[in-house]
């Protein structure tokens, strides 16, 4: 399985009358962690659309445990539990500065070919990269 973490700040402008970060940036802070993630193995979002693939959000699932408030720093935990084929499922825990769990997510994004617009699978770069964490 492979995993990788992200820490964020909450910028004022992400919480609601109440204080709250709103609950639509949560999406937002998913992507962040994703972006970071693929980072950590030394890949970027630019460079896999350089390939010809894109990534598209197929499903996203969020749930609401605490929430997290402006000035808050967010540890966002990455999890990619299984090794992706023309799927990538990631799931996200995400903790307050005490560690408490505060939000859990889920996003399943689907390897297409920008010019077919088809489904395929990652790039070879990209799955030889992740494999090793499944092997």
Do not use: H
């Not at 994703?34 to 350089?50: A, D, H, I, N, Q």
């Not at 939000?103 to 699978?121: A, D, H, M, Q, S």
């Amino acid at each position: 399985m492979f995993t990788s973490e992200t820490k964020i700040r909450v910028r004022y402008g992400e919480t609601d009358q109440m204080g709250y970060v709103y609950y639509g940036n949560y999406a937002e802070f998913y992507e962040v962690a994703r972006v970071e993630m693929l980072r950590k193995l030394g890949l970027t979002y630019k460079w896999m659309e350089s390939t010809g693939i894109m990534m598209p959000v197929l499903e996203l699932k969020c749930k609401y445990i605490k929430p997290a408030y402006y000035d808050d720093e967010i540890t966002i935990k990455v999890l990619v539990k299984q090794l992706p084929s023309t799927r990538i499922i990631f799931n996200y825990e995400l903790y307050n500065e005490q560690g408490e769990l505060i939000n859990l997510g889920e996003t399943t994004l689907v390897f297409v070919n920008i010019e077919t617009k088809r489904p395929t699978i990652g790039p070879p770069e990209f799955m030889e990269k992740i494999k090793v964490f499944y092997e």
